[in-house]
T-cell receptor
Framework: NAGVTQTPKFQVLKTGQSMTLQCAQD?????MSWYRQDPGMGLRLIHY???????DQGEVPNGYNVSRSTTEDFPLRLLSAAPSQTSVYFC????????????FGQGTRLTVV | KNEVEQSPQNLTAQEGEFITINCSYS?????LHWLQQHPGGGIVSLFM???GKKKHGRLIATINIQEKHSSLHITASHPRDSAVYIC??????????FGKGTKLTVNP
């Protein structure tokens, strides 16, 4: 099993550009989520999904879009990148959050200039 | 006030020392997670627990639900244990709240 595969590992964007961070898992997990990690702060939830076709906002959703067309994939779209979105992004999956083990991707270090 | 507080923020130890990292939370939880993050690397789940104690190799995690407190212990620490250790609590079925992490450096 590959676990959670997240791409790309590094990305530099210009302000205003758009891009999609890819996340795929092969464990048939219902729950998937995106977090951002900033210096001096804990990971913060951007968006999450409890199954195909179901998504919801987390703590810091502005400027990001998600969709969940399949159980395996949960891409995160930056609509118009801003320097404030410079961060490290993690995708995670689990059978059900809170009470089951969470599996994380390797992270994407995004810089917006 | 943060819902999850970790201490210490930074910890330096000599190889072989016994290490304790603490996590306190202020809300009701369904489970508590201990995670490990190596420099430049991803995040790995070490433990998920909702009561009592769990052990895996040299790592031990305990939780006291009444006191809303958990500890992560590392016995016979080694330089390869150097990493950031993160406590996270499951508040609802959909929400994990993370502590800011404890950076551990183990010197040879």
């Amino acid at each position: 099993n590959a676990g959670v595969t997240q791409t790309p590992k590094f990305q530099v964007l210009k302000t205003g550009q758009s891009m999609t961070l890819q996340c795929a898992q092969d464990m048939n997990h219902e729950y998937m989520s995106w977090y951002r990690q900033d210096p001096g702060m804990g990971l913060r939830l951007i968006h999450y999904s409890v199954g195909a076709g179901i998504t919801d906002q987390g703590e810091v959703p502005n400027g990001y879009n998600v969709s969940r067309s399949t159980t395996e994939d949960f891409p995160l779209r930056l609509l118009s990148a801003a320097p404030s979105q410079t961060s490290v992004y993690f995708c995670a999956s689990s059978y059900w959050t809170g009470a089951t083990e969470a599996f994380f991707g390797q992270g994407t270090r995004l810089t917006v200039v | 006030k943060n819902e999850v507080e970790q201490s210490p923020q930074n910890l330096t130890a000599q190889e072989g020392e016994f290490i304790t990292i603490n996590c306190s939370y202020s809300v009701g939880i369904s489970a508590l997670h201990w995670l490990q993050q190596h420099p430049g690397g991803g995040i790995v789940s070490l433990f998920m627990l909702s009561s009592g104690k769990k052990k895996h190799g040299r790592l031990i995690a305990t939780i006291n639900i009444q006191e809303k407190h958990s500890s992560l212990h590392i016995t016979a620490s080694h330089p390869r244990d150097s990493a950031v250790y993160i406590c996270a609590v499951g508040i609802t079925a959909e929400k994990l709240v993370f502590g800011k992490g404890t950076k551990l450096t183990v010197n040879p």
